[in-house]
């Protein structure tokens, strides 16, 4: 529960203010209720499209996986969580898309520099021997494994714990 939080709130406090201040603000929560009203979803299905909704705006998880993620996780038909994630992607993606995609490139940048400012060592006969720095595909593929596995976490957690974390809510009670 503490690893989910922590991820969640080590990814906020990155975000630009603009991003932060549209998470805490209401529109998501309307849009998940004109959603729940139009598509007849459950409470659980609701929460799990704006669980989803939130881990691509706090960019935890690429955007281009957000139907698929939709239909998986809130265990719905295909063309259901299309057509909702089509309805996101155009009321609440795209007026914030410029400002997410600034904020990913330069965290994906940061991430990169700091993968390459420490080469990784081995050890050899007990003493520690810095090895050849990896090639940049193999730095970005690692650092895409390590998100992908950061979301995951994220992910499953929340399924354990639906009745106790609620993304929304924790980030509303951030300081």
């Given at each position: 529960m503490n690893q989910v939080r922590n991820i969640i709130k080590d990814q906020y406090v990155k975000l630009p203010?603009?991003?932060r201040e549209f998470v805490r603000s209401t529109k998501?929560?309307?849009?998940i209720d004109a959603l729940t009203n139009a598509y007849a979803l459950s409470s659980e299905v609701a929460q799990t499209v704006s669980d989803e909704t939130l881990l691509v705006i706090m960019g935890l998880s690429p955007f281009a996986e957000l139907s698929a993620n939709i239909a998986k996780e809130a265990e719905i038909p295909e063309d259901t969580a299309y057509t909702i994630s089509t309805e996101i992607t155009a009321d609440l993606i795209v007026p914030?898309?410029?400002d997410l995609a600034d904020f990913l490139e330069k965290e994906e940048k940061?991430?990169?520099?700091e993968e390459l400012s420490s080469p990784p060592t081995t050890r050899i006969a007990g003493r520690e021997k810095v090895a050849i720095k990896p090639p940049?595909?193999?730095t970005e593929e690692r650092s895409k494994v390590t998100k992908e596995s950061?979301?995951?976490?994220?992910?499953q957690m929340l399924r354990e714990n639906s009745k106790t974390v609620d993304i929304k809510d924790f980030l509303a009670n951030l300081k």
């Open positions: 203010p603009s991003i998501l929560e309307d849009k914030i898309a410029d940061e991430e990169l520099r940049i595909e193999h950061e979301v995951a976490t994220v992910r």
